[in-house]
């Protein structure tokens, strides 16, 4: 199942260190979710390790984001986003024909990101290039699933809600006729 990432602009609290003191601040994060409601629900649930009991925060928006992949990579602190230009030959005419694709690559700099955005490329059969690595502003990621054991509640949960089926607000006129009569007779 391919995951469909939400971008999350929230406006909260943050302690800026330069100026010791709390400073208003609009941040994009990414989460993981099924929904814009869920994606809503989950960053509220998220944001909540980063406030104090009294602070609130506001999600100023929501879009789902393009990327096709998410890669974090150990000792990182920053988010890059890569363009990956793929490319494949039409057999009729003979021309290139690129197809664009983005990634979100976790590293230090630009260098790294690039050369994580290789490695994450690494078992790609096909040709492509790299035209552009550019620093994304993407604050944090927060994945559904992390391998946690923590994680098998959200897992019912979420297998619940992937199955789950849409509620029929239909009426049923053989029970509206039942309650009208019942009605009448007393």
């Not at 230009?85 to 590293?107: F, P």
Request: with cysteine; glycine share 2%; hydrophobic share 35%.
């Amino acid at each position: 199942m391919s995951a469909t990432w939400y971008e999350c602009k929230v406006k909260y609290r943050k302690f800026d260190e330069a100026t010791a003191s709390h400073k208003m601040k609009t941040e994009p994060f990414l989460v993981d979710a099924i929904s814009y409601t869920e994606a809503e629900s989950r960053i509220t649930q998220e944001m909540a390790a980063y406030l104090n009991d009294n602070e609130e925060i506001k999600i100023t928006n929501i879009k789902v984001a393009n990327y096709a992949e998410i890669h974090p990579f150990e000792n990182t602190d920053r988010w890059f986003r890569s363009k990956i230009s793929l490319i494949a030959v039409d057999e009729e005419s003979g021309k290139e024909r690129k197809t664009n694709m983005y990634l979100l690559v976790q590293a230090n700099d630009v260098k790294e990101a690039y050369e994580n955005t290789v490695s994450a490329m690494a078992d790609t059969m096909g040709e492509y290039s790299i035209p552009s690595v550019s620093e994304s502003p993407i604050m944090d990621v927060f994945p559904y699933f992390t391998g946690e054991e923590s994680d098998v509640e959200r897992l019912k949960n979420f297998t619940a809600l992937k199955d789950s089926k849409p509620v029929s607000n239909e009426n049923d006129e053989v029970l509206e006729m039942e309650d009208s009569l019942t009605s009448i007779a007393d």
